[in-house]
């Protein structure tokens, strides 16, 4: 009998203390309820490097430095912890681990340490939330004299290797790897094409039920190989007739300009443009107007080149 007792409760403490050490490592990254996930599924947690496919998301809050400026260094620290913990709050709700603030700009990722077969689409529905979120502080900001924030979000979805990374001083678990790169690049374009949200193929693959705009077929800085990136406007069955109705004359009009009818997609490109001004429509006028002075040459893609980050 004293033996079972003893037994017993040793196996408690062993399970208290592999908790607390569970909680130790993971706690500052990921929502509680997936630590006590990885607890009570009993399954060994490698901190070592592997590779899985995954999500990760870049935010970053635009005309941030100028927005700075005009504030001192403690209302710099609550406006960004206003902004910074509802995006927190977005992430872990949707189950996501975050990996590092910079600044204004928050990275985190989906799929590890805990697998994640919807890894693209919680990443998603965390960058809605998000933006969601920066509406909601408008009032508050306002109130206290700040000006109101929008925000940039990038998604790629694709291999990547995950685990501790660092150096003998220091590390952390962390992503990296090609995709992880081009999540960061996503970010960056958003500002470029006037829309809050990048996804590459991978992530609009992983999301059927979603309808997704093709922006573009770019080359971004670092890759030599050009991808195609999306903004997703919702669920299908959701989207408005008028919604449904644009998208479908975008998508001919991105036909046409591919097949170089350039006359046939400024035409359909001009009457989107008459419903909403958007800078994306704008930005095929613009080309065609410089293809229809100086054709592309012979063999073109359509691929656009950014160079920059």
Partial sequence: MIAAFLHITYGFFIEQRNKRHLSHIFGQYIPPSVVEEL???GEEVSLEGETREMSVL???VRSFTTISEGLDARELTQMMNEFLTPF???IQKHRGTIDKYMGDCVMAFWGAPLADAEHARH???SAFDMLDAVKSL???FAAKGWASIRVGVGIASGDMNVGNMGSEFRVAYTVMGDTVNLGSRLEGLTKQY???IIVNARTRELIPDYTFRELDLVRVKGKHKPVAIYEPLGPSDTLSDDAQRDFED???ALDAYRRQDFEAARQVFEKLKQRHDSLLYNIYLDRIDRFRREPPPSGWDG????LSK
Avoid: E, K, Q, R
């Fill in 58 to 60: 870049f935010s970053d």
């Fill in 250 to 252: 975008y998508v001919n």
């Fill in 138 to 140: 408008d009032d508050a």
């Fill in 194 to 196: 006037g829309v809050d």
């Fill in 39 to 41: 607890d009570a599924a």
């Fill in 303 to 306: 691929v656009f080149d950014h």
């Fill in 123 to 125: 990443a998603l529905l």
């Fill in 88 to 90: 927190t709050g977005a």
